[in-house]
């Protein structure tokens, strides 16, 4: 499976950085999805295209292998590619390296297609994705299923949905569940350990004013590595679910 693969440079600054001066989550995946978008943009399928066909994208899916995440002020080279598409699923694999093409961070993504106005999936209309040289399969790729919540030790922490957490397609923006998840951890904890691999699901979209619940337990691997699972709950519904795995340091 492969398609046409698009790169570019970037330099790490110090906003898109924690206080241990590695990039964030949400500003990692921001950087991806700016990727893709250039990528589209490129190759003449632009988002107003998108939008006069009432059309959008919407992420399902991300799976995560982290090797290191870069630091503040390191130049990577940013990585994309449309992999393949069956009638209502896109996959796209993204990739972060240092500047002597190690391999930082790889993520595969399943995308959906949306009708703007009746916020429901529709099939993949295939003269869209024809630039991009992807592979049409008819099977689904086996994505990682989220760990589930522990039933003891579980914590939570509630917070409201603000106006700059909307975005184009007037719900939250898909890396603002990470601030939600990577909040609810002991900052003492996230200091001491590496994320190794993250798994997230969206299941329902979240809107402008809601109140949600972010929730999380932890448990111990045989292998010693740590997994916090976790939930985004927008009142009684799931909104997301996933899992980091956490190595020590």
Not at 5 to 12: K, Q
Not at 122 to 137: N, R
Not at 227 to 240: K, Q
């Amino acid at each position: 499976m492969s398609g046409l693969i698009y790169r570019r440079t970037h330099r790490i600054k110090g906003y898109e950085c924690d206080i241990t001066g590695e990039i964030t989550l949400p500003s990692l995946v921001n950087l991806m999805m700016d990727l893709s978008g250039q990528q589209s943009d490129s190759l003449g399928n632009t988002n107003d295209q998108m939008s006069e066909r009432g059309l959008s994208w919407i992420i399902v899916q991300y799976d995560m292998q982290i090797e290191r995440m870069p630091h503040q002020g390191e130049e990577i080279i940013l990585e994309t590619e449309a992999m393949s598409y069956n009638r209502f699923f896109t996959y796209r694999r993204f990739r972060a390296y240092d500047e002597s093409e190690q391999l930082c961070v790889e993520v595969m993504t399943n995308f959906v297609m949306m009708d703007i106005e009746t916020r429901k999936m529709v099939q993949i209309q295939k003269d869209l994705l024809a630039v991009y040289q992807a592979d049409e399969i008819r099977t689904m790729v086996r994505m990682q299923k989220p760990i589930q919540l522990e039933p003891d030790n579980r914590k939570e922490q509630d917070f409201r949905v603000r106006y700059l957490d909307i975005d184009y397609n007037r719900h939250v923006n898909n890396a603002k569940y990470f601030d939600w998840i990577i909040n609810t951890i002991d900052p003492k904890f996230i200091m001491d350990h590496q994320m190794a691999a993250v798994t997230i699901k969206y299941e329902k979209e979240v809107e402008y004013g809601n109140s949600i619940t972010s929730v999380m337990s932890t448990k111990e691997a045989e292998n010693g590595e740590i997994i916090t699972a976790h939930r985004i709950l927008n009142g009684e519904d799931l909104a997301c679910e996933a899992h980091i795995i956490w190595k020590k340091v």
